[in-house]
């Protein structure tokens, strides 16, 4: 089963030597899960200053700059797995560095027939 892990944390937590650690830490997960076959796809994201929302209400198309809603907590990032069950998708959350400081929500994936492939 494809799972979504969506890491969330301040991305004001972390200094510029910290932020090249996790990012280190990261790929070396990634690594680790493209040889055991589970790895789909993962990236960090740009910081929530780069972020536009886009919204549509009464058939008119909304731009806003920034996130969608005001939290303490910023999506940072993901990993695309395929995990055999939620037991092992949980194991795998909690290697991803973003855990210790913040939180990773893991979700399964609703595969919809006909959609691309890459």
Known sequence: ????LLID???????ETEREECYGESWQLAQELKTSGQYLAAS????????TSVRVREGKRLVTDGPFAETREQLGGYFLIDASDLDEALGIASRIP???LGTVEVRPIVELAGLPQQ
Do not use: N, Q, V
């Open 1 to 4: 089963m494809k799972y979504m």
């Open 9 to 15: 944390g301040d991305e004001r937590a972390l200094d």
């Open 44 to 51: 960090p994201l740009h910081p929530t200053s780069t972020a």
């Open 98 to 100: 973003g855990a210790r």
